[in-house]
Structure formats: structure tokens, C-alpha cells
């Protein structure tokens, strides 16, 4: 199963404990009426906890779906959660949220979505959880620095007229004239590097979306997350 997740930086100062306890006491309630029945749609933080290093916890949000069901609407609740964690780095904190796999027909939160929820939680308001940024330099100096370990490189604010993106794969990306060409006419927006430490083969975006396409454990993802993908992040 791919994994992936994104990663976005706490902007404004507050401590460790004072963040657990506000969203410990976090709960919204919202009344939902349907064909006579009446339900109250949930939004809370879940499986709060102190881990060596930070905080984790489960964004839960409650929806209402409509299926059709013998040539009619029938509306089903359902409950979606999201993990999250929070982990100071270098004098900086980052929130890390996993991006929910594909199901037909149900409605899965967005990680942008449970940033800012959590923004306004926190700090009562949005803007202070904002994306994390991987400028294109630094994807560049990662591919250059190991040109084997890169599968795929995708460019795009390319000046050349009625092109948009371009993708160049191999492991000789680094000594391609394509390569060099794009180069100069835009930015590197998404790579494909492998990581050997972590025998993971990784994608990595500018706005931090971290996607894995090996066959790995959740925990030695976010591993690899906070030991590679943090310290790129400008």
C-alpha cells in the first residue's frame, strides 16, 4: 500500500504541554437532521499522546454520505480519521499529517483541511500551521549530490510556450543534456530518490507531500520522514 503524507511547519510559538491540552478539550458538535432522524456530527482530537520526541494523535471528523439505494437516496453516517504528529526540530515545529488511501464512494478529509483545523484550535485562528517548503535548489542539490539514487524528476514553471510539465527519468539524469536544458527553462517541482538507509524508494514535492512506493511499515516511513525529509525543509 503507497503511503504518503505532508508536512507543515507551526508557525507561531506554544509549548508541547499547553498544545496536548487544547486539543485534548477539543470537541465540536453539530446537529444533522435527515428524513426524520437526528444526529449530531462529531469533530474531535482522538489517541492523544506523549511520545519520546512529541505529540501524536487522530483528527476524527463525522460525515454524511449519500448512497442511492434502490432508486433512492439513502444518507449514511460515517466517521473518518486521520493520524498526525507534531515534532520539534531545530528551534522550528512540524506537523505531520498522513494523506487517507483511496475508498470509492467515501469522503476522505484532506491534510490541508485538518492543518487549518488544527490552526484554529491552537491559535484561534488560521495561517499559523502553514505548509512546509522544499525549495528547488535543495531537491536539486539532492539529486546531484547521488544521481543513481533518483528515479524520476518532474519540472514544471517552465518559460518554454504550451509547456507545462516535463518528466525525465533514469539514473543518468545529472549528465543528461535534457536535464541541464529544463534546468534552465524551470524548477524542479517533484523527485523520486531512494533512500537506502531506509530501503524505501520516496517521492518528495516542493509543498511537502511525501509519497513511499515500497512496501514498508508506517513506522519506518515516518522515520525516514523526520530524518530526511525535515532537514530539507526551508
Not at 101 to 122: D, F, I, M, P, Q
Request: net charge positive; charged share 30%; aromatic share 10%.
Amino acid at each position: 500500500m503507497v503511503l504518503a503524507v505532508k508536512v507543515f511547519e507551526i508557525r507561531e510559538k506554544m509549548e508541547l504541554p499547553l498544545m496536548v491540552r487544547k486539543l485534548k478539550d477539543f470537541r465540536e458538535e453539530e446537529p444533522y437532521e435527515s428524513g426524520g432522524k437526528k444526529l449530531s456530527l462529531r469533530t474531535e482530537v482522538l489517541d492523544l499522546k506523549v511520545e519520546e520526541g512529541g505529540v501524536t494523535g487522530v483528527f476524527s471528523k463525522d460525515f454524511v454520505l449519500s448512497r442511492y439505494y434502490r432508486r433512492g437516496v439513502v444518507e449514511v453516517p460515517v466517521t473518518e480519521e486521520v493520524p498526525f504528529w507534531i515534532r520539534p526540530f531545530r528551534g522550528r515545529t512540524f506537523l505531520t499529517v498522513l494523506a487517507p488511501s483511496k475508498a470509492r464512494g467515501v469522503k476522505k478529509l484532506l491534510t490541508n483541511y485538518v492543518a487549518n483545523k488544527l490552526s484554529e484550535v491552537l491559535f484561534l485562528k488560521t495561517g499559523a500551521i502553514v505548509e512546509g517548503r522544499i525549495t528547488h535548489e535543495t531537491l536539486r542539490e539532492l539529486h546531484e549530490s547521488n544521481p543513481q539514487a533518483t528515479k524520476l524528476i518532474w519540472f514544471d514553471d517552465i518559460d518554454i510556450p504550451n509547456v507545462g510539465k516535463v518528466a525525465l527519468a533514469g539514473s543518468a539524469l545529472a549528465d543528461s543534456r535534457l536535464y541541464r536544458e529544463y534546468l534552465e527553462h524551470g524548477k524542479i517541482w517533484y523527485a523520486v530518490f531512494e533512500f537506502k538507509k531506509y530501503h524505501m524508494v520516496v517521492g518528495i514535492t516542493r509543498n511537502c507531500v511525501v509519497t513511499t512506493f515500497s512496501r514498508v511499515e508506517l513506522k519506518d516511513f515516518l522515520e525516514c520522514v523526520f530524518g530526511e525529509i525535515l532537514p530539507l525543509i526551508s
